[in-house]
Structure formats: structure tokens, C-alpha cells
């Protein structure tokens, strides 16, 4: 199986950054790592092992980026309106560095926007903002507002409310998009998996109402126990990737 490391110093986000490369063909995953998670995670908890014969069969082509989650939603000593800017760095991060990475490692190839726990919040953000990208989005064990309490899980806005908040919080902003929007959407194949004991396990439901609402097909994959660990999204992207 091809396995690349690259790193280079980014121009968005003002530091060095690393990811990698599994495959050599097939669909792009633009696989985010879970909470305050590392670009080898997914490596490192087998994941990637997981769905070795569909990356060497040459059906996907997986890249494990970085996270700044400490640097952003989980930076503890920064105010919340830092939190979101920190954020928007990182996305353009994605948008202008690593996504022409994947257009020239893998031109013409459809891309899947993929994560777990807060990576699938970064997958569904990212895929729901800019919809013209992605052909397929895969939300595993996700929370998909972060502005709330939510049994353990803190609000990491602490009540902090802005524009940029409200556009960067799909279970805030999707009920309130327009046509054009909807439309794009619903090309998209959009998947969502989570526990039935998962705290997490509102907030797909509500996302998955809004869906539904708006006439935007998905599936909602509810599974058995908390399913928020490796051992399972080892199964789930078997499933859904």
C-alpha cells in the first residue's frame, strides 16, 4: 500500500503542518482526525488497516490530515471569537492547501469528506459549507453543534454567539438556507452514524430532522452501545467509506 508523509510550513495557519497519503487512486477522503486527534490517529487505531484492500484495490485514496483543535474549540485560554478565527485559518488551510493537494495527487477523482467525533463535525462543516466539492460525506459518532452543553461535553463557545459562529454550526445555519444551497446539497450522498447511548446521539437526530425537512435524502445509522470508539468506526468506515 503507498504511504506518504508530507509536511510543509502553511501560509493560513502561520505554522508547519503534516498529513498523510494512503492509496493511489480511487475516491479522495479527506479524512479529519477526532477530537484534539493527530494526522497518524487513524493509522495508529488501525483504521486505516481497516479498509486496506479497498485503498489497495485502488477505490480510495485516504488523506489524514491535522488538527489545531487546541488551537481552536479546545484552546482553553482563548476567547471564544479567537476560537472561530482559529477555525476559519484552518479552513482555509483545507480549502487553499490541501485540497489542490488532492487535485494534483488525484485529478478528476471524486472526493469524500469523512471524520469522528470532532472530525466528523469538521467533515459535515466543511462538506455542508461547500457542497460543490464533495460528492459524499461520512459523520461518525459527530456533534454537529458546539455551542451547548452536552452531558460531559462542555460548551466550548461559553454562550459566545456571532455570524461566524452561526455559519459554522451546520445544526444552527442548515435550517435556514436557501435554494441554491438545497440544491447542492442534495447531490451529495451524506451519511451519519453514531450510539444509541452516545451523548452525541441528539444532536445527529436533530441534524437528521432538518434534513429530512428540507428534502435533502441521507442516512442516519444508529448503532448499538456508545459506538464512540475505534473498535467501532474501525467497522464503520468498512460501511460507509
Avoid at 501560509?11 to 493511489?24: N, T
Avoid at 481497516?50 to 489545531?68: N, P
Wanted: proline letters at 5%.
Amino acid at each position: 500500500m503507498n504511504r506518504e508523509y508530507h509536511k510543509w510550513y502553511s501560509p493560513s495557519l502561520q505554522r508547519d503542518m503534516e498529513l498523510l497519503v494512503f492509496g493511489h487512486a480511487g475516491a479522495a477522503v479527506l479524512f479529519f482526525p477526532a477530537r484534539m486527534g493527530r494526522f497518524y490517529d487513524y493509522e495508529n487505531w488501525r483504521m486505516i488497516e481497516a479498509i486496506r484492500d479497498k485503498i489497495e484495490q485502488g477505490h480510495l485514496q485516504v488523506y489524514c490530515v491535522d488538527s489545531v483543535d487546541t488551537e481552536s474549540f479546545y484552546c482553553d485560554s482563548c476567547h471564544p471569537s479567537a476560537k472561530v478565527d482559529r477555525y476559519l485559518q484552518y479552513e482555509q488551510y483545507i480549502l487553499q492547501e490541501v485540497i489542490p493537494l488532492i487535485h494534483r495527487k488525484s485529478p478528476g477523482a471524486a472526493m469524500i469528506s469523512a471524520g469522528c467525533s470532532l472530525g466528523a463535525y469538521h467533515a459535515v462543516n466543511f462538506a455542508f459549507k461547500h457542497p460543490n466539492l464533495f460528492s459524499k460525506v461520512a459523520g461518525m459518532s459527530g456533534r454537529y453543534e458546539l455551542g451547548q452543553q452536552i452531558s460531559h461535553y462542555r460548551d466550548l463557545l461559553q454562550g459566545y454567539w456571532s455570524e461566524n459562529v452561526y455559519f459554522n454550526m451546520p445544526n444552527q445555519y442548515l435550517p435556514g438556507i436557501g435554494d441554491s444551497w438545497l440544491h447542492a446539497l442534495r447531490s451529495i450522498d451524506i451519511v451519519l452514524a453514531v450510539g444509541k447511548e452516545d451523548p452525541f446521539l441528539g444532536s445527529n437526530l436533530y441534524l437528521s430532522q432538518v434534513l429530512h425537512s428540507k428534502g435533502i435524502p441521507h442516512a442516519l445509522h444508529i448503532w448499538d452501545e456508545e459506538a464512540h470508539r475505534p473498535r467501532y468506526w474501525r467497522k464503520m468506515v468498512r460501511l460507509y467509506l
